[in-house]
């Protein structure tokens, strides 16, 4: 069974950086294939791609974003890490991770979601 | 980027009903779209991988058409249990730009 869970601050004030950490089970980050994406949803509004990391190491980013972006893993752990830096509150969103396979990527499996509200 | 574009942003259906929902994309995406559901307080769910194929567990009720830039989501009788949010989403590049949604409400 595949299970992913999100977790991080729930509160962050402007112009900090947010660490967010997809912890995994049920598959492996190492196996050909394996991608894990970061996916946000600000409240009432429509979801929104960030990032994406495959079992290579090979990183994409959303463009718009890119600059304030870095997505990692932690194969041993299960674990995939989203950053993203000088947080502003139109940032306040929840944030999914979610597991494709290779391109072209659609997500099978999904987090219940972390909400993080940027405000001072 | 791509930009997908729902069509209606929100109905209203009885149970029973047929219910379709189109999403048109800004450029040829090929096959490479795909549909989520989405209940309130909850993660989305994978409806429609690829335009027309039906991940194990998803109901035959639902059902995905179209190429190139005009894609189709079909509800052939509307259950309780369906209304929800719908969501397009190009694979074809990244990002994979989402639509911004359709709401399917009882009337």
């Known amino acids: 069974q595949v299970t992913l869970r999100e977790s991080g601050p729930a509160l962050v004030k402007p112009t900090q950086t947010l660490t967010l950490t997809c912890t995994f089970s049920?598959?492996?980050?190492?196996?050909?294939?394996?991608?894990v994406s970061w996916i946000r949803q600000p409240p009432g509004k429509a979801l929104e791609w960030l990032a994406l990391i495959d079992w290579d190491d090979d990183k994409y980013y959303n463009t718009s974003l890119k600059t304030r972006l870095t997505i990692s893993k932690d194969t041993s752990k299960n674990q995939v890490v989203l950053v993203m830096t000088n947080l502003d509150p139109v940032d306040t969103a929840t944030y999914y991770c979610?597991?494709?396979?290779?391109?072209?990527?659609?997500?099978?499996?999904w987090g219940q979601g972390a909400l993080v509200t940027v405000s001072s | 980027d791509i930009q997908m574009t729902q069509s209606p942003t929100s109905l209203s259906a009885s149970a029973g009903d047929r219910v379709t929902i189109t999403c048109r994309a800004s450029?040829?995406?090929?096959?490479?779209l795909n549909w989520y559901q989405q209940k309130p307080g909850k993660a989305p769910k994978l409806l429609i991988y690829?335009?027309?194929s039906l991940p194990t567990g998803v109901p035959s009720r639902f059902s995905g058409s179209g190429s190139g830039t005009d894609f189709t989501l079909t509800i052939s009788s509307l259950q309780p249990e369906d209304f929800a949010t719908y969501y397009c989403q190009q694979s074809y590049s990244t990002p994979g730009t989402f639509g911004q949604g359709t709401k399917v409400e009882i009337k």
């Open positions: 049920g598959f492996s980050l190492s196996k050909s294939g394996m991608c």
């Open positions: 450029q040829s995406i090929s096959n490479y």
């Open positions: 979610a597991r494709s396979g290779s391109y072209p990527y659609y997500f099978d499996n």
């Open positions: 690829i335009a027309s």
